[in-house]
Structure formats: C-alpha cells, structure tokens
C-alpha cells in the first residue's frame, strides 16, 4: 500500500508486568512481556499468523480458528489469539497439518460468501480475502449451493455506512467493539448456530436502534459487512494522512484517507494518544460540510448590511480590509477597534489574529468565545493550582476509582473520551453525577451512577461547598497531603469556612433541591473510594458563579488529596477543538500567551523586542465589552475569524445591536453564518482538511493538523491574516505555519520545546514542554502545584440575580446533543441532521401537564430577555421546574432568551440559568420572523441577484 | 441513538417485570430468570417486552435481544392452547419417535415446529427429557408421557383435540 | 395403617405412577414418594412396607392395585435388594435413591446424610481438598479432568468471592442419572456442594439445571429451601437453562447464569480462576459433586479401591434406547460394554439383534457389537475412538440405518451450535449436505461452479468417495478447529457411523424409505 498500513498485532498488549517470558516460535527465541498472547507474540516478530476475529483492539475471542498453532506438549491445535505465552513454550506457526485445518476453515467461510470479491467495495482492503490468500484456498469442494445468507437485505439506514449481512462472516468484531471499545450495547448476534446473524438493538435496524454512529463497528469490518458509503462511492483510498479532528475539545486524530485529491474517510487513528484508535459521529463521518454547496469561496464586500454582497478579488478585499480599520482608527481612535479569534482555528492562525490586533492594530482589543464557554477555568485553576489548564492527560481515567461529573455530559459533548470513562464503569470504578439533568452517564445500559445529585440550575458552588462540608466535618479531608502541598493557613480558613453549619448538606438542601443524606453519600465516597477524579463542563463555568465553582472544584480535589498523580486530578473538558489552544496564544485581552499579563513589564518587553513595535501595557476589551462599546458609539470595528458570536454568545439583541453599530465588521468564515448577516467584509475560510497547523486539545495536548487537500477558498486562514498585516504595512514572512510555532515558542516558556519537528516525532506534546520536561508533561503539580503552595480559595455561594418569579417560574438550562456541534454550522451541513434535525425543548411531564402541552407540541419559550419558539419533548430527564434545550439550529435562537449576567471574574456569560416561562404557540416569535426577514435580505449576494 | 427517549415502556409489562423481580437485585443475570417468569405469565416474549426488560435490568436492547433469539425456549409468538413436545433425540430415534413424530403430526393436523392453524396445539422438538429407557416420550402440556404409541397418542389427541 | 413407596420420578411418572398413587391413596394407603431405583421395566413400581422388609411390585397398573395389596399380584418382585439387576451393582452415589423420600431431611440424616458434611467441616479445606484428590474422582461430565485437581487450583487462587457452580444441563441423550439424583436424592447434591463450597472457600453456590426437566427443577428447589440452615453459610439457588445443549459446556453455562447468550468462552482463562461473573469456580457435574459426600464420609481409599485403571471409583452407567433392562447401573469401572447391553441390559427390547450402541451422548461414537469387549474406562474408550462421556449408552437394533445417524448427529450439531466458532456454526451444515450428497451417490458441478467464470472451481462430478473424502476432512476440521466438545466431538459418531457401518452410506436411503 502506498499509505501507512496500520499494523495489527493481533491481540491487546499483556496488562503491566514487569516480567518477562521466553519461548521459542518457529526456531527463534522471542521474549515478551508475561501475558502477551502467542499470537501477539509472533507478530512482534514478524509473523503473522492467518486470523480474523482478532484485532489489537478488542479482547481476544477465539471464533474464527483460522490461528490456530502447534505447542510442543500439548494436544491439539491451539488458538494463538487466546492462548498465552509460558516460559519454554515451543510453538510452530505453520505444519502441513496447520496449513489444511486453516484451509478447512476458510473453505467453510467461503461456502457462505458471495464470489464478488472483484466488483466489492472492499476489494483490495478486505481480511477474508487477504486471508483466503495465505492459506491458499483454491476450490470449495461443497460447491456454493447449499444453505448460505447471500438473500439476506442489505441494511442502509444509517446515513454514512450500510451492513450488508451475506457479506459478514459473524466474527463479532462489530458487536465487540460497540460493546468494549464505544460501550453503547448496540449490537447483538441474532440467533445461533448458522442462523447467527449481526442486529442493531432489537432487529431494528442501524438508524432507529441505539447505535451511535461512532464507527467503531465500521472500524472493526474485517469484511465490507459493514463499510462507509464514501468507499462504495468514491472507492478503496490510497494513500492516508494523520490529522486532527477539527470538533470538540477531546481532540481525535483520524488517518484523512484519499482517493487521488478526493477525501473518501476519516478514520481514527490507532496512536492518537487522545483517542487510542476510536471516534464518534462526528469526527468519523460528518466531514461532508467541507465540500457542502453553501461554503463561500470568493471574498466579498458591501457599503451597508442592507445590501447584496458584492464578489470581488482577494486583493481588493484585503486592501479594503485594511483601509477601513486604518480609516477608522484614524477618525475614533486606536482602541476603536478589536478582533476575535477562533477557537476552531489552529493556534498559528490563532496567535496571528491576536498579533494582528496588538502588533497592527496596537491595542489589547482581543477576545476569543473561551470567554463564552471557558474562560472561569483559566481564572479559577491558575489562582488555585497556578495554571489555566487540566492537570491529566485522558489516559489518567483508566487509573481513576471514584469518578465525578459535574455539569457536563461527556456521552454527547465529549463521546470519545466518554467511552473511555465507560471502559473505566464497567471495570468498577464508581460515578458521581452532578447535574440537574438524568444524562446518560446516570443510568444507561452498563451504567449506573452511584450518586446522581440532581441540582437545581446555579447552585453548584452550595453543592461542592456542602460535600466540602462533609468532608471537613466528618474528618475525611487529607491533612497529610494538605500539610505538605498547600498553605495550611488558607487551607484552615477555608475549611472553617465550609464547616459553618449554613453551608451543610441539610442546611442547604432546600436551595440545592439535592437531597443530604446523598449528597453526604457522594461525598464520602469521594473522600474516600480511592483515586478521585473530577471532569467538568459548561455546566460549571457558564454561571454568573462560572470562577467560583472552578475554584471550590479545586478546593475538593485538593481536601482530599486528589491532585498531582495519574487517576485523580481536575479535568475541564474543553468545548471546541482548540479552545484550550486559544487561551494558551494569548486571546485574551489581559494576556499575552502563557498566560501573562499584558502590564507586565518583562513580558511585554520580550514581545516588543520581537515584533518591533510598544505594546498597550492596558488590557483591552472583552467581547460583551466591546458590545456595549459599540453601542455606546466608541468601539467601531471588527475582525472575526471563525466565530458565530450572533448564535454562540448571550442576549442576542444585544449582539445584534452591537455589531448594527460598527461600520465594519470582518467575518472569516466558511459560509455565511449568522454574524455575517451585520459584517461589511466578508473573507472565506479554510477547513481543516485544507492547512497545515496544530490543535491543542483539553489535556494540554498539542497535535498538528495536516493539509489533505488544498484550499478551496485559495488561501488557509493564517495566509488572509498574514495578507491583511502585510496590507497594513506589517513585515510578516510566514511561509509555513511551522515558522509561526517557532515564534510561540520562543516567546512562550511553556511552549519552549514545542516545534513542528518535536511533534512528527513524538506524535503529539503536552505543555509544559519545557527543558524540564522536553517531552512534556502528561500529569500536572507532580511534585508541587506550579504556584507553589496549593491554594484553598473560600468561595462563598451567591444566588445569581436572574430568579423565578410569577412571570417566569422555570429554570431554562442549555446543552448540547451528541449529532451536533456548537451553532452547527457544521454539522447541520451533513448528514447528522437525521438524527436532530431541530432542537427541542425538554419539559417534564408535571410542567408540561400544568401548561396543557403534549409531546411535539410548538411552544413559545420566553423569558426577560427575549422569546422564541421550539418544539416540545415532555420527559422526565428533566426535574420539575427545569426546562432544557440544545443550541445547535439558528432558526431557534436560543440565545434570545438567555440574560446578559455573567461570570463576576470573566465575564463568561450565565447561559445555564434563565428564567422562562412556557407556553403552547402556533408559530414562530415576532423577533424570529423579523430576524428570518432579516437574515434573507442581507445574504443575497449580487452576482446570483442579477441571475 | 437516544435511548432513553424512546416510546414510553409498556406499562403491562413493566409492572410485570417490576413485580417478578421483586426480592432479586436488578443484575444482569437476573435476565433468563426474568424472561422465564415473563413467559410462564405471558406465553411468549413479546417484541415490546424487550425495551421493559433492557429498561429494568440497565441493558441495551440488543443485549436483551441477543439472549432471547439465542435460547430456544423463549417464543416470540404464543403458542397453541396445548403444547406437544416429542423427542426426536437418539435414544427415542432407537424406540420408534421418527414413526411417532410421523403419525402424530398427522394425527394433530400441524407439521413439526408448527401451531395450527385453529390455534389449538404446537408441536414441538425436544431433544431429550431424561427418560431415554422409555421413549419414544413427550411433554404435554408439561406432562412426561413414555413408551409413545399409537394408542396412547390416540388419547392424547383426543385430549388436545377436544 | 399399611405404607407403601412409589416412585415420583418423571421416568416414573411418564410412565403411570401418578395414577398408582391415586389408586393407592383411594384405598387408604399412605404412600411415600421416593426416587426411582433406577429400572425402568418394573416401573410403575409399588413397594409395601412389611415385616420381611420392602415387598416390591412392578411394573404395576392403576387398576392392579388390589392385587398389590392382597400380594396376588403377579409382578411381586420381592425384596429390591435382591433382583438381580440390583444385587450386582455398587451403589456408592445412588445408595439412598429410591429408598428415601428426597425432601425428607430426616430420611437424609438416618441414611447417614450430613456426616461428610461435618466430617470435612471439622478438616481444613486443604485436608478436604486432598481427601478428594486420592478418591481418584474424575470429572463426571465427561471430561474425566481430575476433580481434586480442579478444586485445588480454586483453593489457590485468592479472590474475596468464590463460586460452587453445579453443572445439570444434563443434555445428551441417553443419560438421566443427574436427573435421578437431583429428584431422587438431592441433599447428597446439596451436601456435596456444601463440602467443596468449603474445601475451596466458596460462599453461593448455584445449580444450573435445564429446562427439560420440570420435575429436578422443582425438587430442587424445595431441597434447597429444607437444607439452607443446615448448609449455612453456603448459600445455594437453582437456575434453569432455556434449551440450550451447548450450556452444558462449562463455560457457555457459566455466561448463562450471567445472563448472556450461551456462548463458549475461549479457555484460558480457566474457570478455576476466572469463573462466574469473572471470580474462581468450582464447576463440576451433579455426579462428580454426588460422588463426594461417600468419599468425605467413607474415606478416599473405600472408593478408590473401586474400578480399572485410572477410572477410580464407580459410575452411574445409564442403558437407553432399545434395550430389555432400561435404567441406572451403578458399578465400578472396568465392566465391558457387552456385559452392560447383554447381560445387564439384556440386549434389545425389540428382540432383534444389537447393530450398534452410541457411548456418550449425541457425541459419543457408535461401536458396533464386535467391540463389546472394550472395558468401561476412559482411556480405553478414547484408544477406540469414542468417549464415556457422561456413561450413557443408546442401544439400536439392526434396523437403524446408520447414515442417518451420522447425519443426525450434524443436524443436532447445527441445531445446537452457539455459533461462535466456525466450524461448528458453518461446518455442521455443510456436514448435513455432505451426508446427503453422499447418500446421493455423489454430485455433479453446481450451476455456479460449472459456469466459464469459475477457472478453480472442478469441473468433474464429485462421486461417493470425493464426497466421502470431504466429510472426513470436514470432521478433522471440526475436530480439531472447534472451540468446544460440539463442534469438536460430532466427528465422533459420524466418523465411527462411517467407519464401522460404511455399507450404510452405500445405499440411497433405502433404511429410512422401508422403515
């Protein structure tokens, strides 16, 4: 093959053993590790022994007898995939005697197989045909008449991969790795004996049964059985590069399989160290906006949003770009401009926007949608433990006993590490589920939280503060480890602090709505069962009380001792792919990368040597800063690249009322998005299949993404930025983003050792990556926290100011679904919307019957800062009094009804809490007609106008 | 792919399965316990039994679907009124069943594996009751009957018939 | 008042002793259900308590009872003891059955039920263990694997939980002795798992009994119910199988009480140490665990001076299928199979001549008559290309058709595969076709095969011998490729139906068409 073929050494790794074990296979002696399989053993050396039920990725199963060897001793014929090594063992891998049972065995297999090998999709990448091949079959002496399963109907209800059953040769890979590698439980063998036969859930086929789509089971194919639609279509790939996934923040590499120039799968890579070989829906298939029809490859521009846009060359439209932002900070001054950058960006495209807006346009003015999601973890984990960051890699669950949750839902934010977790359930670690939700992690099939507290919305920091309580009061708190890693004092005042009998379990329950006798429950446990380890999202940061939950999450951690070791450990998981990446390239309008202060001196000196020019000592504005600014009439333009604030962020009156009042707004973007719908400049984007960069994931991982293809647009992201600086009389040379990583890590003591070349080698580094730690640093405050002592910040609960009341006595939190990702901007271009093709609102049953609603019912959601309507789903994953919905379709805006409260520290904005009232409707809010009005008129562009 | 939002659960059975598996921690291997209590009530595993069961016992579906097509004894449809189960084993086959299987069939008017059409009587294989000195045998209606012969399923007939 | 003893057993049942019973019970008699001595010809049997001890009568008809109890009957046996079909047997494990009423835990005591159990309780479970292991007790499932061994390995393997797993997925055909047991004595199963449960540190035990025996299963179950103070600590349940032959296979069984589909699980790791539910497992078959008790109580020596070879001990050997003397004989190893079909058995019921007798469940071989001299032990039968199994033997006269029983064994094979190896899942089918094929008298080229397009394919009719050939390399592959004793073991009839009755595949299905 002229791609990386993935080798397959047959069966998992032997679990950790320091001993060794020496046997001889076919007249070598071979040394493995105490456990290893013979067959694995084997293929180290190189020989492959004919198999195929086994893969290194599942456990070994023994079905196909196509491995079976002679062992010196023993009778009969051995399957090497089951049996392990033993000191001495003589094996023979091939006999005239082996060599005629394989044959039988594949005889049999291809007396119920279709003789298509030649016009099958899988041709050239199929197993049994490879292995048929080895064993040399020649003539099925039972002809091809006899009972077989070449009637059976193909299955192509899911939208990206079809089962063909005549195809299977049931050796369960599939069903194995649903169960074991994704832990859905989709598939079953149907029957027994010759009528085995592959099922989705109840016969019901892939798309109506609980398969997830994750792939997995294509993965495991050793046949085309089970095969994705884009190789039927486009044909077997041949050649492959390693990349990184471009959704969410669990940071999935995937091997870009082509076909010529053609992109005919993803498939996950078997070294990412972030997904060990596995995927989900998302990563795996939904590539396909890419190339969708809606992707605007040509610049635009325009006077005014009422007009069309007008297509016109890409100098025009970067000369215009940097005469309006010259023009404008020369008539409202130097901070009368900013920018955004993107969290869905590299982190070289990244740190050339924030450059772009300190070096070019000489103030602070930037921000980045962390500050939406985010932004409360970087505030919180660096005053307590003194770094903005997760102190695990995700590897670290495997080691962890008691596991908590809180406010994320891994199974659909973060699929690929929620399998992991699974993995961990299902070996008996324990779970704690904090959320106001029954999300699947709380009760699904093999799962089933020890402890689901089920929180009123914006109480999290009375929840953490009471199990604090527990665990002070009932003596739980690890005073060995406090003593030695944090400053006592803090750590008293703190712990006085949550003792006070207001803050207990009983004290607080009626607020909390969580009962005490759990919550003292979970907390025991937590103190107690062993590695602890909390995993946290957007459930816990967007709050107006976002810094102080981070804050009282690491007091927890750090009471009981749960920091700085593999299994234990506070883990954000990040929302977009490179959220955790924007942060660290200095997106925000305080800091400069790493973290560090724009007033700094030192640091800014650093910078100001680098690019040539003083620096803004003043921390610039935020992105609802910038808002207000510009509805005041003082802050006047914007560069956004590959961020949809309109749909992504709060109170979206106000957005649009802000972005009204600029006079230009820059929007780089793949299609035109929402916010476009107010920009004057319009610059379309790369995907990530189309440019060379890194990604950091939510553990600190840095890992390059590699061009497959090149850009349809003409240009990757960071080559437009780079045209604009140059515009506006900028001397940057960039030829290669690698040149861009150089500069970050000069400048970047946490990125000292991080380069292009670092990573093809190792694959992938995580910061700190530093002379102390070249090849970075997997766990975080190993030997002490990186502030020095760890710090207990006493984080008092404060209720947010947005309450139920008469008007709006329900409390409205958001989430996202597994199908979709963030504004959707993506994913609604794919075939994922057969599985959510709207949002809807979840009630429950008692709140639904009160308001006379039934099930799909249209409802009018309403709430202080705007109303919308969706339609219902009455169900009791949600508790009375809390309503739930996704925000993944534009035409819902659900961000019309969230507040514009915020986080105290950052300003991350409270979208978990909103106060609403629900009502039955018959059709769309006004504010939806006259924002679909709205959203028609300003895109039209001209050149399909005059058609 | 949401599995836990799909059509409410069959309340009938639901409180069957709530009620059957009082006193047993709800564990996986409470599931063939299970689903022979479900039968012995209900005659049959019904296709809407399999997401009650999946639901009481925290599996998927497809786990519970995969036992229940896997055992022979659990039907997916009900059986007839009466309920024949001959042997067809070898130490029956020594005595005569495949004669037996022959006259019975057509006696009871239902070929082998088959319900009647009138709804009346199954008749079924079993491979063996551990009565191999005495067959050929049968099970009707969960009674052992040995030494099959004309006569005697004469009466059974007649009994099954009636 | 006079007392009398009726079988409540299913054979027993299945074959009238419901309706004795009623009989007797109209005449005011009290009456006892025991178990089943274990001969089928005198079955429905009635004994009568008198002073010369227990007069039996059988077989007895409802309507005979007056008979019975004026002593005219003229089935009056006399003492059990002293028929000649009970006189030579050695009843170690089914000394009580019969005897006692099963559910009586008073009976059970006053026939020295419990002494074992307290013996080895007041031993250390290395002591017990060890006492085993010189008894020489061999698997009674068929495997004849060491017990001792077993529970050695159990004992040694550190786990806070440890199981007693009784296998009585008592499925071949031909065998019924777990089933006696279970019915007709089942505390000596209930103390039998409660000495290993303490020999290897076992806290529950459970009993996996099939479905197909409604009567075991309900004994059982109240067995367990009267002994649970008396077994305590060690807690026992019955679970019931769902029709699945191969759950007989140890480790399908051990999936099925975890709830799974009953599918073989690849070995290592041994049960012995990772068993149900992932814990180390004690699995043995009802009588291996039965055997126990008399070797705790009597001494590993008392029944290791028994039997031939490294067969120690005795072994319930059941005669089936077309035999005079149908039932349970309990005799040390070494007995020839013709002294079992001939003398004991006293040939066919039928009268015709013996042409064939099956040893072992639907796979075992079938031995013609002249083989009648292979002693009854382990190894014996595996040089002749056969097995004990579980010591069942099917008798068929000379108008079996042989064929046909080659060809039933695949077709029970395919019924009853799990499906998860190859060979057994694909093969047994094609097994099925084979023997068709070969009864056919050969076959020409498929419509597939004879088109230009299929170059390798052989263009040539496959005759009789080509075909025959392949069914031997389809029963090596099965052999030797299966995962479990189904696949690995229907080669076994198969092959000894080919090899010893090969005129029987020579002729088109002339048996079965006369028949």
Redo the contacts between chains.
């Keep these: 093959m002229a791609w990386i073929s993935e080798t397959d050494l047959g069966t998992k790794p032997a679990p950790d053993s320091a001993r060794t074990v020496s046997l001889r296979i076919d007249g070598d002696t071979v040394t493995v590790p105490e456990g290893t399989s013979i067959m694995r053993a084997a293929a180290l050396r190189g020989t492959n022994i004919p198999k195929l039920c086994a893969t290194d990725r599942l456990d070994?199963?023994?079905?196909?007898?196509l491995c079976?060897v002679e062992i010196e001793g023993r009778a009969?014929?051995p399957?090497s995939?089951?049996?392990?090594v033993t000191e001495g063992m003589v094996v023979r891998t091939e006999s005239a005697?082996l060599a005629?049972?394989r044959r039988?065995?594949m005889?049999?297999?291809i007396?119920?197989h279709p003789?298509d090998c030649l016009t099958c999709s899988a041709n050239g990448d199929c197993e049994l045909q490879d292995q048929a091949g080895a064993v040399g079959l020649?003539?099925?002496?039972?002809?091809?008449?006899?009972?077989n399963h070449l009637q059976a109907a193909k299955d192509e209800s899911n939208p990206y991969f079809d089962f063909d059953p005549a195809k299977c040769?049931?050796c369960?890979r599939c069903v194995r790795a649903?169960d074991e590698v994704q832990g859905?439980?989709?598939?079953?063998?149907?029957?027994?004996?010759?009528?085995?036969k592959v099922?989705?859930?109840?016969?019901?086929g892939f798309l109506p049964?609980?398969?997830?789509?994750c792939g997995a089971c294509v993965q495991a194919c050793p046949t085309s059985a089970l095969i994705e639609k884009t190789v039927t279509d486009i044909g077997t790939p041949d050649r492959a590069i390693v990349t990184t996934c471009a959704y969410c923040g669990v940071g999935c590499t995937f091997r870009a399989e082509m076909r010529g120039e053609q992109l005919v799968r993803m498939v996950p890579w078997k070294e990412g160290k972030a997904n060990r070989g596995h995927s989900c829906v998302k990563g795996r298939f939904a590539w396909g906006y890419a190339n969708h029809r809606d992707r605007i490859l040509n610049p635009m521009i325009r006077e005014s949003v009422d007009q069309p846009w007008r297509e016109v060359s890409w100098d025009e439209a970067i000369a215009h770009t940097a005469s309006e932002f010259r023009r404008i900070q020369a008539k409202y001054g130097t901070r009368s401009v900013g920018g955004i950058t993107s969290s869905r960006c590299t982190n070289e495209e990244t740190f050339l926007v924030q450059k772009l807006i300190r070096q070019g346009f000489g103030n602070n003015n930037v921000d980045t949608c962390a500050r939406v999601c985010h932004s409360p973890t970087g505030y919180g984990l660096s005053t307590t433990f003194g770094t903005s960051a997760g102190t695990q890699d995700f590897d670290s669950v495997e080691h962890s006993d008691v596991i908590m949750v809180i406010g994320a839902n891994p199974t659909d934010g973060h699929p690929v590490f929620a399998s992991r977790m699974k993995q961990r359930l299902r070996q008996g670690a324990r779970l704690i589920v904090v959320d106001p939700r029954?999300i699947?992690l709380v009760?699904?099939?093999?799962?089933?939280a020890a402890h689901h507290l089920p929180l009123k919305p914006g109480t999290n920091v009375a929840v953490l503060t009471a199990m604090a309580h527990v665990v002070v009061t009932e003596g739980l708190a690890d005073e060995a480890f406090i003593r030695e890693r944090c400053d006592w004092d803090e750590y008293s005042d703190w712990a006085a602090f949550v003792a006070q009998p207001e803050r207990s379990p009983e004290a607080t329950a009626a607020l909390t709505g969580v009962p005490a006798a759990d919550l003292r429950a979970a907390a025991r446990l937590f103190a107690t069962g062993g590695n602890g380890a909390i995993y946290y999202g957007l459930g816990v940061t967007e709050h107006s009380q976002g810094s102080s939950t981070v804050m009282a999450i690491a007091n927890l951690a750090m009471a009981t001792g749960n920091i700085g070791r593999e299994g234990v450990g506070v883990n954000p998981l990040r929302g977009q792919n490179n959220v955790q990446g924007s942060c660290d390239m200095g997106s925000f309008p305080h800091e400069y990368s790493g973290y560090r202060h724009v007033s700094d001196p030192a640091t800014r000196t650093l910078f100001e040597t680098a690019w040539g020019v003083s620096l803004d000592p003043e921390p610039g504005l935020r992105i609802p800063n910038m808002l207000d600014a510009a509805t005041d009439g003082t802050f006047k333009a914007l560069f956004i690249q590959g961020e949809d604030i309109l749909q992504s962020d709060p109170n979206t009156h106000h957005v649009a009322a802000g972005l009204a009042a600029m006079e230009c707004v820059v929007v780089q973007d793949l299609f035109l998005n929402e916010t476009a719908n107010y920009a004057h400049i319009f610059l379309p984007g790369s995907t990530f299949l189309e440019k060379d960069g890194t990604f950091t994931n939510a553990e600190r991982r840095i890992q390059l993404v590699r061009k497959v293809m090149d850009p349809l647009n003409g240009y990757a992201d960071w080559e437009i930025v780079q045209l604009v600086a140059q515009a506006l009389g900028l001397d940057w040379q960039y030829t290669h983003p690698s040149e861009i990583m150089d500069e970050i890590a000069a400048l970047t003591p946490t990125f000292a050792k991080v380069s292009y070349l670092a990573l093809e080698e190792h694959g992938s580094l995580q910061w700190p990556a530093t002379d102390a730690a070249p090849l970075g640093t997997p766990t975080m405050h190993v030997d002490g926290f990186v502030r020095g002592k760890g710090k207990f910040v006493v984080a008092d609960y404060v209720p947010t100011d947005e309450r139920t009341g008469p008007r709006f006595p329900l409390l409205l939190t958001t989430g996202r679904i597994?199908?979709q990702y963030n504004v959707g901007a993506q994913t609604r271009r794919t075939e994922n919307v057969a599985?959510h093709a709207e949002d809807r609102l979840e009630i429950h049953p008692h709140d639904a019957e009160n308001r006379g609603l039934r099930d799909g019912d249209w409802v009018s959601l309403r709430s202080r800062a705007g109303e919308t309507t969706l339609r219902a789903?009455i169900?009791d994953?949600v508790a009375p009094g809390v309503v739930y919905t996704t925000f993944h379709h534009p035409d819902t805006q659900a961000n019309v009804i969230t507040t514009d409260y915020s986080d105290w520290a950052t300003n991350c904005p409270e979208y978990k809490v909103t106060a609403v009232e629900v009502s039955p409707s018959n059709g769309p809010s006004e504010w939806q007609r006259a924002y679909a009005d709205q959203a028609a008129r300003a895109r039209r562009i001209e050149t399909e106008a005059a058609e | 792919m949401t599995p836990n939002e799909t059509a409410p659960p069959d309340t009938a059975y639901a409180d069957a399965a709530t009620r059957l598996l009082r006193g047993r921690p709800a564990t996986r291997d409470a599931l063939l316990p299970l689903l022979h209590a479900l039968q012995d009530e209900f005659g049959y595993i019904a296709d809407a039994m399999i997401p009650v069961v999946a639901a009481a016992l925290n599996l998927s579906r497809a786990d519970v679907h995969g036992v229940v097509t896997f055992y022979h004894d659990f039907r997916r449809a009900p059986a007839g009124a009466h309920l024949v189960r001959l042997c067809r084993a070898e130490s029956c086959q020594a005595r005569g069943a495949a004669t037996i299987e022959r006259i019975a069939t057509q006696r009871l008017g239902v070929t082998m594996g088959a319900t009647s059409a009138d709804g009346r009587v199954t008749v079924e294989p079993v491979y063996c009751l551990g009565l191999c000195a005495t067959g050929p045998n049968a099970l009707v209606d969960g009674r052992p009957v040995s030494r099959l012969d004309a006569a005697k399923l004469e009466r059974i007939a007649a009994e099954v018939l009636a | 008042m006079i007392r009398a003893y009726v079988s409540g057993d299913m054979a027993s049942v299945a074959l009238g002793a419901d309706e004795v019973v009623a009989a007797l019970a109209v005449r005011g008699v009290e009456v006892v259900r025991t178990g089943s001595r274990g001969l089928f010809r005198i079955e429905p049997l009635v004994e009568i308590d008198t002073p010369e001890g227990r007069i039996a009568y059988g077989p007895v008809e409802a309507n005979e009872i007056d008979a019975v109890l004026d002593g005219t009957h003229a089935s009056r046996i006399g003492r059990i003891e002293d028929h000649p079909f009970f006189a030579r047997q050695q009843r170690f494990t089914f000394a009580r059955c019969g005897v006692i009423d099963p559910l009586s835990l008073d009976d059970y005591a006053a026939h020295g039920g419990w002494q074992a159990l307290d013996k080895a309780r007041a031993l250390t479970p290395q002591a017990v263990v060890d006492e085993v292991k010189a008894s020489g007790l061999r698997g009674r499932g068929g495997a004849g694997f060491p017990t001792g061994i077993k529970w050695q390995t159990v004992l040694d393997t550190r786990s806070p939980e440890k199981f007693i797993v009784c296998n009585a997925d008592e499925g071949d055909s031909g065998t019924f002795a777990d089933r006696m047991l279970m019915e007709g004595d089942p505390f000596c199963l209930i103390e039998g798992m409660a000495i290993a449960a303490h020999a290897v540190g076992a806290g529950h035990g459970f009993i996996y009994i099939r479905s197909e025996y409604p009567f075991a299963i309900r004994v059982m179950q109240a067995a367990i119910t009267r002994a649970a103070p008396r077994i305590a600590p060690f807690a026992l349940e019955v679970r019931v199988g769902a029709g699945a032959y191969v759950c007989g296979e140890e480790t399908a069984l051990l999936d099925s009480i975890e709830g799974k589909r009953g599918q073989v699980r690849a070995k290592p790791p041994l049960p012995a140490i990772e068993g149900l539910f992932g814990r180390p497992t004690v699995i043995n078959n009802v009588l291996s665990l039965a055997a126990v008790p008399f070797i705790v109580a009597e001494g590993a020596q008392a029944y290791q001076a028994v039997g031939f070879g490294r067969s120690r001990g005795t072994m319930p050997i059941q005669l089936a299928g077309n035999v005079r003397n149908g039932g349970l004989f309990e005799a040390g190893f070494g007995i020839t199979l013709g002294e079992l079909v001939n003398d004991i058995g006293g040939g066919t019921e039928t009268g015709r001549p013996v042409k064939a007798v099956q040893v072992g469940g639907p796979l075992g071989a079938y031995f013609p008559p002249a083989m009648f001299d292979l002693p009854f032990d382990y190894e014996a039968f595996a040089a002749a290309g056969g097995l004990i199994g579980h010591a069942g033997i099917t008798v068929f006269d000379d108008t079996v058709d042989m064929a046909h029983m080659a060809r039933f064994a695949m077709e029970f094979c395919a019924h009853e595969s799990c499906g998860k190896c190859t060979p057994c899942r694909i093969g047994a089918v094609r097994g099925m076709e084979t023997i068709d094929r070969i009864v056919g008298g050969g076959r020409q080229p498929g419509g597939l095969e004879a088109m230009p397009q299929m170059r390798n394919a052989a263009a040539r009719p496959r005759d009789r011998a080509a075909e025959i050939a392949l069914l031997r390399d389809l029963c090596d592959t099965m052999k030797f490729g299966s995962l479990c004793a189904l696949g690995g073991f229907t080669p076994y009839p198969v092959l000894s139906a080919l090899d010893h009755f090969p005129q029987d595949f020579d002729q088109p299905a002339t048996a079965q068409a006369a028949e």
């Design positions: 070994a199963f023994g079905s196909c007898r079976l009969g014929y399957a995939c089951t049996t392990p005697k005629k049972l039988g065995v005889e049999l297999y007396s119920d003789l020649r003539d099925v002496r039972y002809g091809y008449d006899g009972a040769i049931v369960s649903c859905t439980f989709a598939l079953t063998i149907d029957g027994s004996g010759f009528g085995s099922v989705a859930s109840a016969d019901e049964s609980e398969c997830v789509s029954r699947d009760h699904s099939p093999h799962v089933d597994l199908s599985w789903l169900t994953r």
